[in-house]
């Protein structure tokens, strides 16, 4: 394991619970984690994990109801934080519940991996405990401490390199409001984006469609109105999630595709285009559901200016820095 210096401290406790409440989708073979919302990014993380390591379809689902851990649905997994620890609770099938805890510096690869590895474990303990026969006789009595274990891991073996985060396919729509100060323009417009992600990362082809057409001054003297479709391709880096906030980063290339017509010139519009590098930061905060607010600030840097004919001559755009910022609702799945 990469973190092979740290040491993860597993305490698996085994106690009654009456009553534990059965599973409402009637799925066998699959497994439920139910995480609170400081660590569902981490969560899905483990989850992935999971399913490459056994197979098994691994779900994350709503934070364990009433934040009350024991309450999830039996065979289903609590994952929830108290203070330096993780702490994992199972429902069994027969009325207790598992616990175990796991004392976990950063929510890094290591301690995806360790945690991945816990909750193999009590799931194979749990399946040792159900498959065992029912008890006819009086209830055996343990010495306290007698159902305790205490487990330290300090190392692992590196998993197989091969085996790399699987991809999901992702949809997102938005609606931005913002402000140019260079065009001296208000942003406005739909967006849409369509691509692929690897846990929070994610790689999108994006198209906007400002309301506003962008009135500009053309070094040569003019001034031109530009009316395009946005086009762009960008990578979003979103390694840590802080609760419901999300911070990123985004670079790739954006080209505008428009009409432009030259004011004075009489000549009519003219299709034009454009091609960018694009760079920006941006901070998400889930509302509710898979909306989110968001906002940005970038800057586009011209590496192809657009340009126009009048006068006989072909002119182009400026090629200046363009910074800008935005703000408005995300639809993130």
Do not use: K
Not at 43 to 60: D, F, H, K, M, Q
């Amino acid at each position: 394991m990469r973190s092979a210096g740290w040491a993860l401290l597993l305490g698996l406790l085994v106690c009654s619970r009456p009553g534990a409440v059965a599973r409402a989708d009637g799925e066998t073979g699959s497994l439920t984690i139910h995480p609170d919302e400081a660590l569902r990014s981490f969560a899905i993380r483990v989850a992935e994990t999971l399913e490459r390591r056994t197979g098994r379809r691994v779900r994350v689902g709503d934070a364990p109801p009433g934040g009350v851990p024991e309450a999830v649905p039996a065979g289903d997994l609590a994952l929830v934080r108290d203070g330096d620890a993780v702490v994992l609770t199972r429902a069994n099938a027969q009325g207790g519940v598992s616990r175990a805890s796991l004392t976990i510096a950063r929510l890094d690869d290591g301690a995806v991996r360790a945690t991945a590895l816990t909750i193999e474990t009590m799931e194979d303990a749990a399946a040792e405990l159900e498959s065992a026969p029912a008890s006819t006789g009086p209830a055996e009595r343990r010495a306290p401490g007698a159902n305790e274990s205490d487990w330290v891991y300090r190392a692992y073996a590196r998993e197989d390199s091969s085996r790399l985060p699987s991809a999901r396919p992702a949809f997102m729509g938005r609606f931005m409001g913002g402000y140019s100060p260079v065009d001296h323009m208000v942003l406005l417009g739909p967006g849409l984006a369509f691509g692929l992600c690897v846990r929070n990362d994610c790689f999108m082809i994006e198209m906007e469609v400002p309301l506003f057409a962008q009135s500009t001054t053309l070094p040569q003297g003019g001034r031109v109105r530009f009316r395009s479709v946005n086009l762009s391709a960008r990578i979003q880096y979103r390694p840590l999630t802080f609760g419901r906030i999300t911070p990123g980063i985004n670079a790739g290339f954006v080209t505008r595709v428009g009409s432009a017509v030259v004011a004075g010139d009489g000549g009519g519009s003219q299709s034009t285009t454009d091609l960018r590098a694009r760079i920006s930061l941006e901070l998400a905060v889930r509302l509710v559901g898979v909306v989110e607010a968001l906002a940005e600030v970038g800057s586009d840097l011209v590496i192809d200016a657009a340009s126009v004919r009048t006068e006989g001559e072909l002119r182009g755009f400026r090629s200046d820095p363009t910074p800008w910022a935005i703000a408005g609702i995300r639809i993130r799945p």
